[in-house]
Structures are given as C-alpha cells and as structure tokens.
C-alpha cells in the first residue's frame, strides 16, 4: 500500500508544503514571507500566526486538488517542545500543549504540529512530529558544564543529523543502531554531535553559544570576556543576544554571512557585487580557515567522545556543498575515519520518512508525556 502524506515546515518567514504518494514527491510548494506580510503579528505569539498559515495550506491542497480524506498522515516540523529521546510522535494533548504554550521557547516551528493535528482531524488522517530540534539523548557526563546552575543543553539539527547518519549506516550496509557516527551540520549554525548506536549521546548547543563559530553564530567564547561586555554598560541584552545569534561568527568579522561570496572571493580576488565583505582578501582567507579550524576540534573532541571508535563521519548541510571547506576538514580529521558525505539538508525527505515508517510499523510510534 502507498500512503499519502502531507509535510509541514514552517520557518520564520516561509512554509515548506510537501505531498507525497509513497517515496514519491507528487507536489511542493515553499511560501516566503516579507516583512509586510508579517508585520501584523509582530509583538505577538506564534500562535498568532495559525489561521493565517492554515490558510496558506489549504489553498495549497485545494490548488492541487488534494482532499483531506484522501492524506494518510500529516507531519510537522517538531517544535520547542520538552527535551525527549529522537523518533516519531503522536500529537496527543500533552504535546499539543506544549506547542501551544512554548515551553522551551515560542517559534514558528511550533505551529507545525498544531497545523498537522487541525488538519489530520479534519480528514482521517494520522498526525506527528519528528525529531525536534530538543531532542536529547545525551549521557549524563555530558550535561556537566562546571557551573551546576547552567547546564550543557542538546539543541541542534536532529531531524537532518538522524537522517544523514540513517542513510550513512544504509551505506555501510548497516543498521543506524549498530554505527558509531561523527555527525556535522552546517548552515547559519552549525551542530556537531556523536552518535552511538543509534543514540546522539553528546552535541554542541547550536541554537546559542556552544562549538565552533559559524556564519552567523559565535559559537563557545571565553567567558570571562563575555562577562565583561555584559557589565560594561556598551551593550544592552538584546545586542549581546545578536553578537551570539544573528550577528556573531563570520558575519561579525567579515561583514557578510555568505560563505559562498567569501569563497568567490578568496579564489578569484575580487569582491561579488553587494557581498557586503568589509575584509582583504588574506583575512577572509584567514576566517573561513579559523572557522574550519574549530569544525575540526570540536569533530574531534566528539571523537573522542565515542573513545575513538567511528565508522564514519558524516557532513551535511549547506557548508558540505563547499569543496574548500571539506579539503581543508580532511586536513585536520580524515585521519580519524572516512568522510560520508551528504550536502544540504532534505527536511521534508526526512519528515515523510518519519511518517512513513511509523504509518508501516505502529509500535514504533512515541507516546510524549
């Protein structure tokens, strides 16, 4: 039998629509939103949002002329829910509130699972999350920080780390539960965690202040200095919250987040027009290699972790498109294993694999408590 299953992403400022028939991508549809668009929600929550997103995913079903008694399941982007193990959940209340309420924080992300529950009801559909970015699998050593009040946290890119170290394992002919992987993500952030036999058993906090810097993010920083900005009077929280997230790492020294102009740039020497890149070109050289540097630390500290025994270590996201970046990691880190390599990152592929799976194997569904 080929289920039919409806995906929902929604980002801060667009949706990401997918029907699928099977394995089959039968119809997408990525909304964007300007400012305008969103100006009448600001100041407000998320859920502010969730009629007119509602919208916007019915006028998308009634374009291709999907009716929603014909959707076997409907899946949305996990939320800032609980912290909970990594697989596939039905929404129940308890979870259905937490979304609601944003417990670890208020995103769009949230509204995911409240959409896929509204519509799942509205035909005879089942309705889940997957893999949320708080998902925490993590061994208690990890949690220790030196400082009992500010714990290490597991916030990163679950859904695309378990699905790039899924078809790793599937590459190696194995099982994910019978693989020890180093797994990387980068984009605007950057997660790296070490996952053991089916477990990520430690990772960076990725959403702010922890591993290596990215093009947006700074990363871990010495923290007695950071103390001394946040008392010196220069900057207010909110400043201090965007040098960390948004306005931190590359983009903080180079002028411009796009790893793909500082690039161009340092191959060819001239600038790519309206780059925004505010350096020579030695020193755009000289960031981008600073931050590969600290890629490969923190790959090899998560190494370390899993007491040096990989079987490989796995690269997506944006970043893995760039053949700089993965010749100057090999450098540092191919000596540890081999690199499996799987640019980008395919959300939706991965929300209706999760659909999928659970729709053919029941028992593997997740009750959130």
């Not at 999350?129 to 998902?135: F, G, L, R, T």
């Not at 980068?186 to 790296?192: A, R, W």
Request: hydrophobic share 40%; with cysteine; net charge positive.
């Amino acid at each position: 039998m080929e289920y039919n299953i409806l995906v929902i992403n929604p980002g801060s400022t667009s949706d990401e629509i997918g029907y699928f028939r099977g394995d089959k991508l039968l119809f997408q549809q990525t909304v964007r939103y300007t400012p305008v668009d969103l100006k009448k929600f600001e100041g407000k929550k998320v859920t502010a949002q969730y009629n007119f997103r509602k919208n916007v995913i019915l006028r998308f079903l009634e374009k291709n002329s999907i009716a929603l008694k014909q959707i076997d399941a409907v899946i949305g982007r996990g939320g800032l829910v609980k912290p909970i193990p990594g697989g596939t959940y039905r929404l129940n209340k308890k979870l259905l509130r937490d979304l609601k309420n944003g417990v670890m924080g208020d995103h769009p992300s949230n509204l995911g699972g409240l959409l896929a529950s509204e519509l799942a009801k509205l035909g005879i559909a089942k309705a889940f999350i997957a893999d949320p970015v708080v998902v925490d699998e993590m061994q208690p050593l990890a949690r220790y920080s030196g400082m009992p009040e500010n714990p290490r946290l597991s916030i990163f890119h679950a859904l695309n780390q378990k699905r790039v170290a899924k078809l790793a394992a599937k590459k190696l002919k194995k099982k994910y539960q019978q693989c020890n992987f180093v797994v990387f993500h980068g984009g605007g952030g950057i997660s790296i965690g070490a996952h053991q036999k089916g477990r990520v058993i430690d990772v960076n906090n990725a959403l702010d202040g922890d591993g290596p810097f990215t093009p947006q993010r700074s990363g871990g920083v010495p923290s007695g200095g950071l103390a001394k900005m946040c008392f010196s009077g220069k900057y207010s929280l909110k400043e201090i919250k965007l040098k960390i997230k948004g306005m931190g790492g590359i983009v903080s020294y180079a002028g411009t987040s796009d790893v793909i102009s500082i690039t161009k740039f340092i191959q060819t020497g001239k600038k790519p027009k309206n780059s925004g890149i505010k350096v020579n070109r030695r020193q755009a050289k000289e960031i981008l290699e600073a931050m590969v540097y600290q890629i490969a630390k923190e790959i090899g500290a998560m190494s370390t972790v899993l007491k040096g025994k990989v079987d490989g270590i796995v690269l997506s996201g944006g970043l893995a498109y760039s053949a700089q970046i993965l010749d100057s990691l090999k450098k540092y880190i191919g000596w540890i294993a081999p690199f499996i390599i799987f640019p980008g990152g395919d959300e939706q592929t991965a929300l209706k694999d999760a659909a999928l799976s659970a729709l053919k194997n029941i028992k593997s569904i997740k009750n959130y408590s």
